[in-house]
């Protein structure tokens, strides 16, 4: 059996009386796509924060290809090959587009390498014509492809994207999703996502949270016909 | 201007001001500019670590008073000032070092860093005003407590205790120091490291997110700050042969703030001009007896505070350039910081 | 026997003056979130009310304990609604102005009464403790720090003004919602920790030279005192002095007041380390106390 890109076991957060992730196991294998869903509350944004080193699990181990990094720091994490986009966009306002793109491409290889790889994605991502733009001054969605070029500019393995479409327009959404997919062709990526049509779009199998634990795991054609799915975002389930 | 013509028209100016400055002024007014070029080298040291680092230290005047009197300790049991002056700088970089370990390595948040650095520099200012007596002397150097160190020996011609600097050339020691301190700084902010410290100042997290150990760039950058400030300390020695733990008063920490605050911050510049004209302000403030110095200081500060909390020096570049909006926090683009990519 | 007495009334007295010295910082920050570095010149103004006013014939008791609060009460609100409002969550921003503060306070009465020390005579006198002589008027500013400390916490857990203070820091948006002015709460929460700056700065003044910077010897121990109690004000104020005060006055007798007061804050600055919310606020004494005022 092939050691998984990144996996979880057992792992649990708790908040004071609260459990927030509970006990769960999760693999990821290299270059697969996966979406977490869930309701509000439903711990997925915690168990990516659990991923990411922000928070540190009260229970269970993370694994890097087969690497513990439970509880390691964020910055750690990262350098062992994991680019994130969190959820409010987390972006230099005060630097140029440019700047941002190559802060991320500089913390390793020359300086000739960081300005290529710069110039690279920015071509990648269309914002060559706003590079020399402040990033406080854009508008949402173009933040947001912002800090996701900032990520790919990290050469990371694994791309880890945390709600990437939210308070953008249809034309950014779609556009999201065409670039979620490109994405994938050279890199593993788990995407945390509430919309169900975003996730339809970039079609991939799901991991459905619910009440700090996985509901289920399935394709995405199969989960959305799921009534247990359905019961739990309609609010239906009997407690 | 380009990041290169700025700096080069900044150092130009920097060279006409050294070297012209003896032709016009008389020897008080030299002096007078000696003691400003050091506290604009200390105001550098702040104005770096606030606006570039984001890092609040309300008690610079701690490595200042320590490069100081490390300084008048060593010179009074060396003699010859050379090994002095590269104490006067290395001891408080490794004090800043480790009060930095201990903040930054304990996540320690913006306001709370405010407070232990003050309270460092209050608890200096205790225990060097508490040495009265020949108990406390290290070698020839008696500390002397609230009475200070009087006639602290003179810098003098490297290696050559016998050759003490005159007024003149201890003017180009400070303003040489002033300008060389300038030229590390832009070099620094422009080397991929101080692209990064601007960074962690942008937004920590994304710094972190980005594999970037950010609380390692915070003390490096504090650790330049304590070893300027200290630089300063010895220069401000210097400049009066004498040092006492005022050097570490609350009063002088409250002025540097008010140099970097109504000079600029996000500047080096700003910093810079704000400590020639705060000082120059007290100056004149002291030869007349209506007003009192602290009054008109803590007014500037409130009103700078409250009303042009970006300083003068971002204030009049966005009025060349007619950029809107600089204000504080987004000042980056008003900072000198800018290379080709 | 008549020696740890003797140390014992000594660190007493020495919790006494922290408490008195932080607990209307303690208001100030642990309801607004506001760090008011002019706190030692509020004690300063306690203290020259005080001895201005007795030494013009006011009755001293009256000086020390009506007319210092309320005029450092007035003060505090005048303060508020002219900078501190307009600064309310940018912390550093606060603190600066509020430096700012401190100096133009010190340069004020720098220039109405000059440089010199003043002072009013404590009280009372002295009594024994087996050989060793101390004050009456201490046990007397224990009294008071008791006194304040209680009416705080009084305050806060059993009036409906402490209700709406509390309420309105958990949530400002929420009281608003219920009609209640957080603008006003604000206002009144400032200029109580104000007052009880002039309270402080009052008893104080017989015990202490009085001159334009002794605000600066008080803030750096006000402050961290604050710090390391965290986030329940009268508790944590309370178990912070106490902690700090036994380490000062316990260093104080092996070496001398000045590096007692250093012991004081070096304990204090790795205890902001080791529990960065302070003693109320995390560790295993934060569980305990997280619901305490």
Known sequence: MTVPLLEAQGATMRFGGVTAVNGVNFALREMELRCLIGPNGAGKSTFFKMLTGQLKPSAGRILLRGRDITGAEPHQIARLGVGIKTQVPNVFDGLSVRENVFVAAARRGSARQARRITGETLERLRLTAIAARIVGQLAHGQRQWVEIAAVLAQEPDLVLLDEPAAGMTHEEVLRTAALIREINQTHALIVVEHDMQFIRMIASTVTVFNGGAILVEDDVERVMADPAVRDVYLGKQAA | MTGWASFAAMVAAGLVVLLGLPLVFDLFGLLQMTVFAAMAVLALSQGFIWGYGGIMSFGQTAFFGLGGYTYAVAVMNMGDSTVPVLLSVLLPTLFAALLGYFMFYGRISDAYIGVITLTVTVILFNVVNSTAGDFYTIGNAPLGGFNGMPSVPPLNVPGDPSSPLDPQQTWYAAMGALLLVYILLRAVLASRFGRVVVAIRENETRAQLLGYDTRLYKLIVFAIGGGIAGLAGCLYANWGSFISPTVFGLATSAQVLIYVLVGGLGTLLGPILGAVGIQYLISVIGAQEMVNANLVLGAVLVVFVLLVPQGLVPVVQGLFRRVPGVRRGQVAEAAPVEVEL | ?293
């Not at chain 3, 104080?252 to 250093?262: A, D, I, L, R, Y």
């Open chain 3, 1 to 293: 026997m008549a020696l740890t007495g003797l140390i014992l009334f000594n660190i007493a007295n020495s919790i006494a003056v922290l408490v008195l010295l932080s607990l209307g910082l303690g208001v100030i920050y642990g309801m607004m979130r506001v760090i008011n570095l002019a706190h030692g010149e509020f004690l300063m103004l306690g203290a020259y009310t005080t001895v201005v006013s007795a030494n013009a014939g006011l009755n001293l008791w009256v000086a020390m304990l009506v007319a210092a609060p309320l005029a450092v009460g007035l003060f505090g609100l005048a303060v508020e609604r002219l900078f501190i409002r307009f600064l309310y969550g940018r912390i550093i921003d606060t603190m600066l102005a509020t430096w700012g503060l401190s100096l133009a306070v010190v340069g004020l009465i720098t220039t109405i009464f000059g440089t010199t020390v003043r002072g009013v005579s404590a009280p009372f006198g002295g009594f024994a403790i087996g050989g060793y002589q101390t004050s009456v008027y201490s046990w007397f500013v224990i009294a008071v720090a008791a006194a304040m400390a209680a009416g705080v916490w009084l305050v806060l857990r059993f009036t409906k003004f402490g209700l709406i203070v509390r309420a309105t820091m958990q949530n400002p948006d929420m009281a608003a919602a219920l009609g209640v002015s957080p603008q006003w709460i604000y206002m009144m929460t400032f200029a109580l920790g104000s007052a009880l700056a002039g309270l402080a700065g009052g008893v104080l003044a017989p015990v202490s030279g009085v001159s334009p910077v002794m605000g600066g010897a008080f803030i750096a121990r006000a402050f961290i005192t604050v710090l390391g109690g965290g986030p329940a004000i009268v508790t944590g104020t309370g178990l912070a002095s106490g902690l700090f005060g036994s380490i000062s006055e316990v260093a104080t007798f092996f070496t001398t007041p000045v590096f007692g007061q250093v012991a004081l804050l070096l304990a204090a600055l790795v205890m902001i380390r080791i529990l960065p919310q302070g003693i109320t606020g995390s560790g295993l004494t934060g569980r305990l106390l997280r619901r305490s005022l």
